[in-house]
Every structure is written in C-alpha cells, then in structure tokens.
C-alpha cells in the first residue's frame, strides 16, 4: 500500500501537481513512518511549492531516519537555500559531501549556496556592482521558474534559458533582455509582481528599458509622449478582451485545481472508511462528492459502483461503471481501472440475470475487461458465468415427453441399420433429459456398430454412473472392452454387471468369450501375429506397465526364470497369482 501511494505521488511530482504529491506522500508516510525516501520526497514536493518550511522539517526527519544517505543532506540545503540561509544552506551541503564526496547534487548546490552567500553579504553591505534585482536570480531562481504554470513551460526553450543563464551570471545583463516579454513575465514570478503583457512593436518596451538602465534619467518630453502613447493604448484597448491571462491567474487556477483534487482524494477516503463499516449511504455520499470535485480519476466511479452492487442497486451499478469506461477511455486511465469497471459491470449483469441469453452481456462484459487486463478474478467469474448460461440453457431445453420421442425414432433408425441417423435422434432425447442412461446406452450401441470405440465406451460408462442397476450397461461396455481387445477388462465388467443380474445370457456369454480369449493365451494358443498385436496394445495399458514397474513383481517374474521353487511359492499369493494372469492375457508372460 505505501508503494502504490509513493508511485501516485511521484507521478503527480512528474506532472507538476506538486499538492497532489504531498497527500500522495503523506498517505504513505502514514502506513511506512519510518522510510526516509517518503520523507524526502515529500520535502522535494513541498519545496516545490515554496513551502521551505515545511521541506525544511521534512528533510531534518530524512537526515535523522537515514544519516548517512547524501541525499537527504541535499534536501536540507535545498529547504535553507528557499528560507534564503544560505550559511545553513552551505553547512548542510559539506555534511553530505564528507559522506558522499563525489556526489554532484551536493557540489553543485554547495557552489550555489557559498554564491548566493557571497552575493547576499555583498547586497546588504550595499557594495560597488550591486544589484536591486540579483537576489531574484540566486540559485532558487529555477526553483520559483519551476513552480509557476507560466513560465514552466518557457524552460523548454533553449534560448530563453540560456538569457536567464545569463542574467543569473550578471544581473546587471538584465537590461539586455527587457525587450523579451519572456523575460519579463519571468521578472514578474520571481519578484511576484504582475507585469502587464505589450505587444512585440510598441515603443514604451524601449523607455522602460532607457528608464531602467539610465536610472531615471531621460528628458520630460519624451515621459509625457510616453504618458500620452500609454492613454491611447489604453483607450484604443477598452473594447478589447485580455486574450492572455496573467501568470498569477494562471497560477490561482492551478492550485484551485490541485486543491480540488487534493479536496476529492479525502472524501474517497472517507467513502472507503464508510464503506468498510458497511455504512453504504454514508459511502455513497461522500464518493458523489469526490465526482463533483475531479472527474478526472474513474476510481470514484467505481467504487460507488462497488457500494451500489453490495446494495443490490445494480442497475445503478451498471451505469457507474459504463460511465468509468467512457471516461476513462477519453483520459486514457490505467487499463487495469478500466477493466475493474467493466468486471463489476459484468459481476452486477450476472446477478440480474434470469435466463440464458441474459447471461451473455455479462459474458461479453467479462471478455472486454480480460482483453484491458488479465485477471485471474475476472477469468473465474467468466468460466462461472459460462458455465451458469450452459445449465440454464440445459434446463430450458428440458422435456422428458420429447426425450423419449427422439429416442423411439432413434430405435427405429437402428433397427434399420441406420446408425449415424440413430445417434442423431439419440443425441437430441440427451439434450432434452440429460439423466436419460437409456438414451446412452443405445447411442453406446450405434458408435461400437460403426466402430467408434472410445465413443461407445464414454457413453456405456455414463449409462452405468445414470444407473448402475441398468444390467444393459454393463452389456454395452463389456461389448467395446471385448472389440478393443481389452479382455481382461471386459470380464470384470461383465462380472460387475452379473452381481446384479446372475441369470443374465447377454453377460455370462460374455463371460465366457472373454474367458476362451484369457485362456488360449494361457495355452500359448495365439498366431505370431496375434501374440505381437496383444503385447503392443498390452505394453500401452497403464495397468500393465504399473505391474512391470512394481518391484516385487519384477523379482517374481526373475525367481520364474531362475527360481522355480521360489516362483511357485509366489503362486501362492492370490494378488500375485491375478497380476501374473493379467501378463499372460496381455502377451507379456508366455506358458510353454
């Protein structure tokens, strides 16, 4: 948790909105007090914002929670160069140079504090040279530039940075610039005045730019044509909308802006405490609120969604959450927030569905929210989405009348020898009552017909799960096990099914099929032929290659080579005398 709310507060520094920063870093400092990063770049964000107080204190708990960490000696100077204690600011800088000497932070901020030093004892001796506006360009000069929406932006040219690199160097160059809107807007932050903006051709820039560097001087007539071209202008211009704002105003509208969002933050805050307590109303309250105050962040969207589905509310919910898609597919929100909305929505679909085709909605809404983000949540409330629609569909398919319609006809297509047409109708009375083992049985009977074994085993295994009382069952497997081959297998099946019908004919001929097989291997009876084609299909059974690994078996089968006593007091044991038939069935063991 403080991880997720250190990255939202580096990402709201990266974007400038430096008091979102603060409560993003203040929220983690609350759940990790001890982590001297948070503390530092909370200071970085308050100083950002001019607050040097309070980044001053931030960065004494980073130099006290982690004394031998450069940076946080960094912060310190950074927090006394904005409180204009510059010695401090110096001080702070050698300490974190003599744990980190070569660390270039601190070089660099150590060479602008003992500057900023050296100019200040300068300034307030009221030395030769001095500067009325060069404390302005110290070393937080860029700080402020920063700071301000206005001129934050004008730092992405290079030749306005390079002016201003100039006038740092020799405030006395701030003459050669005057002409440069830029730099007067720039002049305006840093000394928090407001200049009013002229066009690129009027004259008055060149007066004041006389006025400035002759320090008054200038003859009377020249001031009155300048008073007089001032009063045009300013009459010519009465009808005229302000096409520009001032960098103040723009810097008010930012920070109602950041507090707006700073004010939205703390009511979800409150929503999630109140929805924790199960106080849904209260919750509902206090989200609509962070709504109104940003409808830039989704989360508030969806997690009242959240509050309305916990209340059964659900068609509310859903027009929550589609509003957090739209808006969150105009703001190009995390996918990860935009796939939790659509989930939800899918989550609130499913609980209103009542029948099958009510389901698909929620099914597709499941499959968009996987395509934003893979969850494993999302994934199993599709799978049982899917699987609800399928049960649903089965029950309103269900009539027994019509199973058993379907399967007459499909009786009458086997009685024709029409398989293929049987398992039809077959297949359609299975539909129409699952639970129907006659239906299975005699489609068991068509697939062995045309040779489908696996099918015909599938659906004789079925019929028996249906009712293991249904003796023709146990007929229909012992049926495909015989065709596979599987003799010893087809035995069991047909002794499983005499425990229920002793005097059955179907099974105890079976029986005794599947005895003649067992025992003409016995007997060594088999062609080569035969004898290759069972131990192949022998070595691929799971049973038989789980008796070939079983070490006991192994060292029976050894003494029957090399032991003859000790093979026949193997004999004995009925467990080792039955898998020992099973090998002989299979081709593995020959009787000679």
């Known amino acids: 948790m403080a991880d997720e709310a250190k990255a939202k507060g580096n990402a709201a520094f990266s974007a400038g909105n430096f008091d979102d920063a603060v409560a993003h870093f203040t929220d983690a400092i609350g759940l990790a007090p001890t982590n001297h990063v948070l503390y530092s770049n909370r ?6 914002l001019n607050k040097f107080s309070e980044a001053l204190s931030d960065a004494e708990k980073t130099v006290e929670l982690k004394p031998d960490w450069g940076k946080g000696y960094s912060r310190l100077g950074a927090a006394h160069m904005g409180l204009r204690s510059y010695d401090d600011a110096v001080s702070s800088y050698k300490r974190g140079l003599e744990i980190d000497p070569n ?7 150590l060479a602008d504090a003992e500057t900023a030093s050296s100019r200040s004892s300068r300034t307030r001796g009221g030395g030769p040279g001095s500067n009325p506006f060069g404390e302005a360009f110290g070393p937080e000069m860029w700080v402020r530039l920063s700071s301000d929406a206005g001129t934050r932006e004008l730092l992405q040219q290079p030749d306005f940075v390079k002016m201003m690199q100039d006038i740092q160097k020799s405030p006395n160059n701030l003459n050669l610039y005057l002409k440069d ?5 720039a002049l305006g932050v840093l000394l928090n005045l407001k200049f009013q903006a002229r066009g690129a051709e009027d004259d008055d820039a060149e007066t004041a730019s006389q006025s400035t560097s002759g320090g008054g001087g200038g003859s009377p007539e020249r001031k009155r044509a300048a008073e007089s071209e001032a009063v045009k202008e300013e009459k010519s211009s009465e009808t005229e909308a302000e096409t520009e704002p001032e960098p103040m105003e723009v810097m008010d509208e930012e920070k109602e802006k950041r507090d707006r969002k700073a004010l939205a933050q703390k009511e979800k805050e409150t929503g999630n405490a109140a929805y924790k307590k199960k106080d849904f109303d209260t919750a509902i309250d206090h989200y609509s609120k962070a709504i109104e105050l940003d409808d830039e962040d989704i989360s508030f969207l969806t997690n009242r969604a959240a509050v309305y589905l916990e209340m059964g509310k659900l068609e509310d919910c859903i027009k929550d959450c589609d509003n957090a898609v739209e808006r969150g597919r105009e703001l190009r929100s995390d996918y990860k927030m935009v796939a939790r909305a659509l ?10 569905a009542k029948s099958s085709k009510d389901y698909e909605p929620a099914i597709e809404a499941f499959q968009k929210a996987l395509t934003e983000h893979r969850n494993p949540d999302t ?12 049960e649903l569909e089965q029950q309103e398919y269900f009539d027994p009348q019509i199973a058993d319609e379907e399967r007459d006809k499909g009786n009458q297509y086997f009685k024709e020898q029409k398989y293929p047409e049987a398992i039809k109708h077959y297949t359609e009375a299975i539909k129409r009552n699952p639970k129907d083992f006659k239906a299975y049985s005699n489609r068991a009977a068509c697939y062995t017909k045309l040779g489908a074994m696996p099918e015909g085993l599938k659906d004789a295994e079925k019929c028996i799960d249906l009712d293991p009382t249904f003796t023709k069952g146990y007929t229909r497997k ?14 069991e099946t047909y002794q499983e099914g005499l425990k229920h019908d002793p005097r059955n004919q179907e099974l105890l001929d079976g029986v005794r099929r599947c005895v003649e097989q ?22 691929h059974d799971p049973e038989i290659q789980n008796i070939l690994k079983d070490p006991v078996m192994q060292q029976v089968l050894s003494d029957f080579q090399e032991d003859p006593s000790a093979a026949q007091a193997h ?4 467990l080792v005398m039955n898998k020992i038939q099973k090998l002989i069935s299979a081709g593995i063991v020959q009787v000679k």
Do not use: C, H, W
């Not at 809107?181 to 807007?185: A, E, L």
């Not at 599709?382 to 699987?387: F, I, P, Q, T, V």
């Open 43 to 48: 200071s970085a964000a308050y100083a950002s």
């Open 518 to 539: 067992i025992n003409k291997a016995s007997r060594g009876d088999l062609t080569p032929d035969e004898l290759k084609e069972r131990q192949a299909k022998g070595m």
């Open 571 to 574: 004999m004995k044991n009925p």
């Open 343 to 352: 989930t939800r929505k899918g989550t609130a679909l499913s609980k209103m």
């Open 103 to 109: 660390n270039d932070a601190l070089k660099s901020g």
């Open 478 to 491: 012992g049926a495909v096990q015989f065709f596979m081959k599987e003799y010893e297998k087809a035995l």
């Open 379 to 390: 994934l199993k409330k599709l799978n049982d989405a899917e699987k609800a629609k399928k």
């Open 181 to 185: 809107p830029r730099v007067m807007q």
